[in-house]
Nanobody, 122 residues
Framework: QVQLVESGGGLVQPGGSLRLSCAAS????????MGWFRQAPGKEREFVSA????????VYADSVSGRFTISRDIAENTVYLQMNSLKPEDTGVYYCAADLYWSRVAINPAYWGQGTQVTVSS
């Protein structure tokens, strides 16, 4: 069972950037599809971005497309989420997720990290 640990959250002003990291306990990239979700206060958790096992197929939520970039470092067992042009509505707890199946990673992945807080405010 893969374990995921997020880091890199914090407070940033609107228009600023953050890079989130997700360290995995094993080498998941050839076995797992990986993704990011977020949950704003008082709202349900929502999908942000994901890639498949090969990394060749990537999807983004419309709300972050063009501003966020998901990537991975296979040697470091780490997935990243580069977030640019941040808006107050991007505020929330960001979760890393993994699943064996591409069809599930953007909907209901099996494995989750503990989350990292991102606050966008002036």
């Amino acid at each position: 069972q893969v374990q995921l640990v997020e880091s890199g959250g914090g407070l940033v002003q609107p228009g600023g950037s953050l890079r989130l990291s997700c360290a995995a306990s094993e080498r998941p990239f050839s076995s797992y599809a990986m993704g990011w979700f977020r949950q704003a206060p008082g709202k349900e958790r929502e999908f942000v971005s994901a890639f498949d096992r090969s990394g060749g197929r990537v999807v983004y939520a419309d709300s972050v497309s063009g501003r966020f970039t998901i990537s991975r470092d296979i040697a470091e067992n780490t997935v990243y989420l580069q977030m640019n042009s941040l808006k107050p509505e991007d505020t929330g707890v960001y979760y890393c997720a993994a699943d064996l199946y591409w069809s599930r990673v953007a909907i209901n992945p099996a494995y989750w990290g503990q989350g990292t807080q991102v606050t966008v405010s002036s």
